[in-house]
């Protein structure tokens, strides 16, 4: 390293602030005495992550994340009175018109180390995707059956838990033996591990939007929200560069945090009192099997729209603390329930007692099968499963989220749709479908996708190496659907 170190200070703070990515730096800092007495400065430091963290494409939603709610000038152009959800929200949505968009009043010293511990708090994820390699069988949405069953919907959610017990029991490998270098693909590279975190950062800045209308003081119509919602997605793509290669991992990122990490470890919140709701369900699937159907699917819902990553990682981290001796009884802290909820209006509440007519409310703990709980667990249900939907972030001006009505037969499912799955595939197959090859003998890259995708998913990182790769993947896809049938 004579080389490096005969270089002057000043030139090597200017490549520290031309690094590609926090972790260059970290790199580069541990080099040699030289380089780590620079970053060792703490201003220095927070100065070059700063010109870092602007130029790195992956940090390119850090700055949504950071909310600020509007000055109130602002606010008052709105046709109504905004509340501070929506306030924040019109805040972290609108582009950053600053010509220096690394000055300190852009980001100041508080927003860059809320942006690295984000970055390093987030690898967890990669560490659990890293872990194993999930199929076609285990994801489990809310709308697994297509018909309402509520038996084919217990079903598939008890093969994703059995599954994941099976790997846990050393029954099913880390790695498929089907897949070639499935077994290189023990890390992610520097451009894989962008991508990664470009991926969360985006699947989580959508989940705070819907999370934000669901605490949002609604007018009579939904105009103010979509079009809070349509001018973000503008900007989101003004800033994409490689259409179908981020919707590609944005997609693939939500399917493993909403459809695979949240049904295995939400098993740790299941069978709890009925005051836990919606964030809790039952796992006795052998009673009553229609309404227990029905609490999976509030609970898969609700905990989608109300947990972060952040939440994700709390709650893998609880669950497995939970299953080893002592078998330590683990809660969620107060804070964490009191900011998942959208209001205390949507809590569900004790019924009146009828063994102490005179009080108004008996406060003991009431299991999911207290027959004095059915119906007001109905009519929650059915809120907050609308609540959800009106503040789905796939609405435009031309597409709005239907009414989720009660089932007909107390043995189905309720007839709903994960908004949020279809917005992420619909992206993707509008990015492919910009430069598709137009030979109509070709197979429908719609049918195609669905059947490859979810065994693909977990290798997106290293087959989709490129905007050209990613598309020749799919073209070819497409062409094997042709010779299939």
């Not at 973000?232 to 945090?257: G, I, N, V, W």
Request: proline share 6%; with cysteine.
């Amino acid at each position: 390293m004579a080389g490096l170190q005969s270089l002057p200070s000043e030139l090597i703070e200017l490549i520290f602030r031309f690094l590609g990515s926090i972790d260059d730096v970290h790199y580069l800092g541990r080099a040699c005495q030289k380089t780590f007495s620079i970053i060792q400065r703490q201003a220095l430091y927070v100065s070059i992550m700063r010109s870092v963290i602007t130029q790195a494409p992956q940090h390119r939603y850090d700055l949504q994340l950071y909310k600020n709610p509007l000055p109130a000038t602002w606010a008052n152009q709105l046709p109504h009175a905004s509340n501070d959800w929506e306030c924040a929200l019109v805040g972290a949505t609108t582009p950053n018109s600053c010509a220096k968009t690394s000055c300190t009043q852009c980001l100041p010293d508080e927003v860059i180390y809320d942006i690295l511990a984000r970055y390093q708090g987030l690898q967890v994820l990669e560490d659990l995707w890293l872990e194993r390699q999930v199929d076609a069988s285990d994801f489990f949405s809310a709308d697994e059956s297509p018909d309402a069953n509520a038996l084919t919907l217990a079903r598939g959610y008890q093969v994703v838990i059995n599954r994941d017990e099976m790997y846990r029991d050393g029954e099913l490998p880390a790695r498929r033996s089907t897949t070639l270098g499935a077994a290189e693909h023990a890390t992610l590279k520097p451009d894989q591990r962008a991508r990664f975190y470009s991926a969360v950062t985006f699947v989580w800045f959508l989940n705070e939007i819907r999370w934000a209308f669901t605490n949002a003081t609604f007018p009579t119509r939904f105009d103010v929200q979509r079009r809070i919602l349509e001018a973000c997605k503008e900007h989101f793509s003004a800033q994409t560069r490689t259409p179908l290669l981020d919707e590609l991992d944005r997609y693939a990122m939500f399917r493993f945090l909403y459809h695979h990490l949240l049904p295995v470890y939400g098993t740790f919140l299941a069978d709890q009192c009925v005051g836990e709701l919606p964030f809790t369900f039952s796992t006795d699937f052998d009673k009553d099997f229609g309404f227990t159907s029905r609490l999976l699917q509030l609970f898969v819902t609700a905990a989608q729209t109300y947990f972060q990553p952040p939440d994700l990682i709390d709650l893998v981290i609880r669950s497995k603390a939970s299953r080893y001796p002592p078998y330590a009884v683990v809660t969620l802290p107060g804070s964490t329930k009191t900011w998942q909820r959208p209001s205390q209006a949507f809590t569900f509440t004790h019924p009146p007692s009828r063994r102490r007519p005179f009080a108004l409310y008996d406060y003991r703990p009431m299991t999911l099968f207290d027959p004095r709980c059915h119906r007001l667990i109905s009519r929650r249900t059915a809120t907050h499963l609308n609540l959800i939907a009106r503040s789905s972030f796939h609405q435009t001006t031309h597409t709005v989220s239907p009414t989720v009505r009660m089932p007909m037969s107390p043995n189905h499912a309720y007839n709903m749709r994960d908004h949020a799955a279809e917005y992420f595939l619909e992206q993707v197959l509008v990015a492919f479908d910009m430069y598709a090859n137009p030979d109509p003998e070709l197979g429908d890259v719609r049918e195609c996708f669905k059947k490859r995708w979810d065994d693909k998913l977990w290798e997106v990182w290293w087959w989709a190496g490129g905007e050209d790769k990613a598309r020749a993947k799919m073209e070819r896809w497409r062409k094997e659907e042709v010779r299939a049938g």
